[in-house]
């Protein structure tokens, strides 16, 4: 059973930072990405950031320069430290695991979210 806990999240003013986190529990045989998406009320979930197999790392346009997302020696946490936070940040931070099942289709594994907000 794989489980995936953000945390990290909270108030803070324009401008501030945060640091995410996302425990990774369980046992993953095979990691395509690990990923932080958010989701605003009336909103489609967007991805943020994704850091991939090859350690490669992409960003969305809104949050590039502001945002790095970033892995432990282990590989079984998943950080995103933002800076320069802007009231347009605020939304339901999640962190997804790219990985396959048994039968080696895709499965894709999401934490349970975590709130930032961001006052003008």
């Known amino acids: 059973q794989v489980q995936l806990v953000e945390s990290g999240g909270g108030f803070v003013e324009a401008g501030g930072s945060l640091r995410l986190s996302c425990v990774v529990s369980?046992?993953?045989?095979?990691?395509?990405?690990m990923a932080w998406y958010r989701q605003a009320p009336g909103k489609q979930r967007e991805l943020v950031a994704m850091?991939?197999?090859?350690?490669?790392?992409n960003y969305a346009e809104s949050v590039k320069g502001r945002f790095t997302i970033s892995t432990g020696n282990a590989r079984n946490t998943v950080y995103l430290q933002m800076n320069s936070l802007k009231p347009e940040d605020t939304a339901v931070y999640y962190c997804?695991?790219?990985?396959?099942?048994?039968?080696?289709?895709?499965?894709?594994?999401w934490g349970q979210g975590t709130q930032v907000t961001v006052s003008a």
């Open positions: 850091f991939l197999g090859d350690g490669s790392t």
């Open positions: 997804k695991i790219d990985s396959r099942g048994s039968n080696w289709s895709p499965v894709a594994y």
């Open positions: 369980g046992t993953i045989w095979s990691i395509n990405a």
